[in-house]
């Protein structure tokens, strides 16, 4: 969490691709979505990955608002509803990333910070989706203005050495320092050839670790278009309903129980 700014921002990024940031997000935002009654909303600002693997249905992406956000056009809230595709029974919406490669350095400070300032206006709860490569105006913003960050690595050693490539190049000129980070061990393994938690934590100087398990679903969960957190894996479940929880304590909203989520669980609508 960042002392420095109280606002419901929780931004997850990574050091690297393929470490499994927008499913966790989507996973996040869908169990917060059942523990509170609060409108969430997900912006997916990975400015290489449009996010869409799990949303088929989606219509609206990131880079045909452009113009928009420019313009600072989207006044709005119905009009601005629209834009995001909706998780059926959820109070959940999740407004799908760039498409276009050639944008992503064409993005403006301001405008990314115009959507997350329209976000905030309109849900309770801004979950962001920052990616693993934050050398541009839609990641670097959207770490810099969220009050909670959470930093996704794995026990691989290559995602640990970027992370601190990353701290230097991109976190420290932000004046975003460890405290200010939670950080989350994503496909997280118990091998005697992997480094353990609290290994990854001294080696890191790092206070804290979450720990999100290995699961195999994770694959077919890209082939079927759904969220990880719909498969019936109760350890998987139990980690990201701990994560969603505790984000809901720091940004200091009410929470209810929730019920084991079954196979076809929700479905998208637009």
């Avoid at 400070?109 to 541009?136: C, K, M, P, T």
């Avoid at 890191?204 to 969960?221: M, N, R």
């Avoid at 984000?247 to 989520?261: Q, S, T």
């Amino acid at each position: 969490m960042n002392p420095k700014t109280n606002n419901r921002i929780a931004t997850f990024f990574s050091a690297g691709g393929n470490v499994g940031v927008t499913n966790t997000v989507y996973s996040v935002a869908l169990a917060l979505s059942k523990l509170s009654d609060a409108k969430i909303g997900v912006l997916s600002l990975n400015a290489w990955d449009d996010g869409s693997d799990y949303l088929p249905e989606a219509k609206d992406f990131l880079d045909s608002l452009k113009p928009r956000l420019a313009g600072k056009q989207l006044d709005n809230n119905e009009e601005f509803l629209k834009r995001f595709v909706k998780v059926e029974e959820n109070n959940l919406y999740i407004l799908p990333g760039n498409r276009n490669g050639r944008l992503v350095r064409s993005f403006k400070v301001e405008e990314v910070s115009y959507l997350i300032d329209r976000s905030q206006q309109v849900f309770d709860v801004v979950l962001i989706d920052a990616g693993g490569h934050l050398d541009n105006a839609l990641s670097a913003e959207a770490v810099y203005e969220a009050g909670h960050r959470y930093a996704i690595l794995t026990q691989q050693p290559k995602v640990l050495k970027r992370f601190n490539q990353l701290e230097e190049d991109i976190l420290t000129p932000l004046s975003i320092e460890k405290r200010h980070i939670r950080f989350i061990l994503n496909k997280y393994q118990e091998k005697s050839y992997l480094l353990d938690s609290k290994k990854i934590a001294k080696e890191k100087d790092l206070q804290d670790v979450h720990t999100i398990p290995y699961t195999e679903d994770g694959i077919i969960s890209e082939l079927e278009n759904r969220f990880l957190y719909t498969y019936p894996n109760q350890k998987y479940q139990a980690s990201i309903e701990q994560l969603a929880k505790d984000i809901g304590k720091d940004m200091a909203f009410p929470l209810k129980e929730v019920a084991p989520v079954k196979k076809g669980f929700f479905r998208l609508n637009k």
